[in-house]
């Protein structure tokens, strides 16, 4: 690991391109950044949970309508930078008609798969917060 | 000739590419870097001179306690301190300031009051919290005002004789308020409160006298100083820190000990348990040397230019707002600011697309952030090897990014 940093700091001039802005930032990133289709309040919520990052102080809040055990309905609301409110956005979509065990398995490869983007580890806590206030909101009562 | 003219070539770091472009580094507030002669002090001492120090009855022990007892008497010169004595090596700002919560937090009776402000640092609000929380004391803030300084009358209401110590930064790390601690001190001192100054953002920057402050205790980090990682300063009044028991225990802080009892070292040599950080203080020492050549003085004129470009820069551009007081007074070197319609770590990220470093997030001032209203903001900070071409560039890319994203 050391060793793989050091050579990246001494192989120089532009030999990380894939850290560049653009594919940090995927047009499914800006998209669901600029327009997020899962944003709002969602009245008569019956699983919510919130949690924040204590790197960043970024807060998420999701909101699940269940139904039988299904996720009927799905939003969220907060303070998150672009990569994280992306990823908000997508676990909001992905786990909308699954069953409340199928909605646990939603992982962030499930995320980045979606997000289409060359994500830092730096940045992967952004990725992966919606899906801890995810299981929370599964896992918890109200 | 400019002061970043002289002085970049003196920092290796410099030379790296980042991200295809000529690193340009803004965060000097978190950690700056470090000069050539910095980096070979520490490389020459562990290849030639290293060993434990104090007991050691061999020549490289010798060498390595007259290097480490050099250190404190350079520190002692940097900061005015009165005598060696009161120079306190810890492993860093947040260190003193632990160190001093739970020295001090020991004295604290049930109904005493801690005052710090609501622009700290929270290196400089959670030992207080947990002093004040096991003693039964209070912990209070001093509010700002909205220009980014502290409310002064709501200090003077404040401190009371129930008042046991006054905890505040000489330099904001977010806001670069410069914080009139000469005054507050000696405000404290009426009311026979100790004064703890947390000087991480100041030391770096600005020519200090600690015979003028008047504080009781002075701390900061080598690494924000063009020094090492590792090592920190806690300067402390004589008298006061002769009347202080040690809250950390072992080696160099005893002169005899028996299984139930000890007799403690002298200063500064009681707060100092464990094998010191040598090979950093060796570092610290040649940070210091590079400093006073350039002359603090020319540090703070050169940075405060910086800072001024930047300030009043930024401010120009539709959609960023500037936090702190305004450009004209005298600030740190510090410029936190936001970009509408975009979060600061999406900020960083896109000026680090450009080879450009800044720090952004809460800056472990969360109280701070939130009388600001904010999540987070994004903060460039200056060294004496920025230059105004720099300036140039960061106020450029940003410019661009509200179509960034």
Not at chain 1, 62 to 86: E, P, Q
Not at chain 2, 58 to 81: K, S
Not at chain 2, 224 to 229: D, E, F, N, Q, V
Not at chain 2, 308 to 323: D, H, I, K, S, T
């Amino acid at each position: 690991m050391t060793d793989e940093v050091m050579a990246r700091a001494v192989s120089g001039p532009g030999s990380s391109t894939s850290r560049r802005g653009p594919l940090l930032y995927s047009d499914v990133i800006r998209e669901r950044w600029r327009r997020p289709r899962f944003r709002g309040d969602l009245p008569g919520a019956s699983a919510v949970a919130e949690d924040v990052n204590p790197l960043c102080g970024d807060r998420v809040r999701l909101m699940l309508a269940l139904a039988d055990d299904r996720v009927a309905g799905a939003r969220f609301v907060g303070d998150s930078c672009a990569i994280c409110t992306a990823s908000a956005d997508v676990v909001a979509e992905l786990v909308v008609g699954r069953s409340r065990v199928e909605a646990l398995t939603v992982d962030a490869a499930d995320v980045l798969a979606v997000l289409q983007a060359d994500i830092r580890p730096t940045r992967m806590r952004c990725v992966t917060l919606p899906l801890s206030v995810l299981a929370a909101a599964l896992k918890g009562k109200r | 000739m400019r002061l970043d003219e002289r002085t970049r070539p003196d920092f290796p770091i410099l030379e790296r590419v980042v991200n295809g472009h000529p690193l340009v580094y803004l965060d000097s507030a978190a950690s700056s870097q470090r000069p050539r002669t910095v980096i070979e002090a520490m490389g020459q001492y562990y290849a030639r001179s290293h060993a434990n120090v104090h007991r050691s009855i061999h020549t490289l022990g010798e060498e390595a306690t007259e290097l480490y007892e050099a250190a404190r008497d350079r520190v002692q010169r940097f900061i005015g301190a009165g005598s060696r004595e009161e120079v306190v090596f810890t492993r860093g700002t947040t260190d003193g300031l632990s160190l001093l919560a739970e020295t001090l937090g020991r004295t604290l009776r049930a109904g005493d009051e801690v005052l710090i402000t609501e622009l700290e640092h929270h290196s400089n609000i959670i030992p207080w919290q947990l002093a004040t929380r096991d003693r039964g004391a209070v912990l209070k803030a001093v509010p700002l005002r909205d220009d980014g300084t502290l409310d002064l009358e709501a200090f003077e209401r404040l401190l009371t004789r129930r008042t046991r110590v006054v905890a505040f930064a000489h330099v904001s790390n977010v806001l670069g308020t410069i914080n009139p601690v000469a005054e507050m001190s000696a405000r404290a001192r009426q009311v026979g409160a100790f004064t703890v100054v947390d000087g991480a953002q100041a030391a770096p920057h600005l020519p200090l006298d600690i015979s003028l402050l008047g504080c009781d205790f002075y701390v900061f980090s080598a690494h924000k100083m063009l020094g090492p990682t590792g090592i920190g300063v806690l300067y402390g009044r004589r008298e006061v820190l002769e009347s202080l028991e040690p809250g950390r225990g072992g080696s160099e802080m005893i002169k005899e000990v028996w299984i139930d009892r000890a007799q403690w070292n002298d200063l500064p040599w009681r707060f100092e348990p464990g094998t010191p950080p040598i090979a950093e203080a060796v570092g610290l020492t040649a940070a210091i040397e590079y400093l006073e050549k350039l002359g603090m003085e020319r540090v703070l004129e050169h940075e405060r230019a910086l800072t001024r470009q930047a300030l009043e820069g930024l401010a120009a551009v539709p959609g960023v707002n500037v936090y702190g007081p305004p450009a004209r007074t005298d600030r740190g070197a510090v410029v936190a600011f936001t970009v509408a319609g975009l979060h600061p770590h999406d900020v960083a990220a896109l000026l680090d697309a450009e080879g450009i470093a800044v720090r952004a997030g809460h800056h472990c001032a969360m109280p701070l952030m939130r009388r600001l209203g904010v999540v987070g903001t994004s903060r460039a900070s200056f060294s004496v090897f920025n230059s105004p071409d720099e300036v140039g560039r960061l106020l450029a890319v940003v410019a661009e990014l509200r179509t960034a994203l």
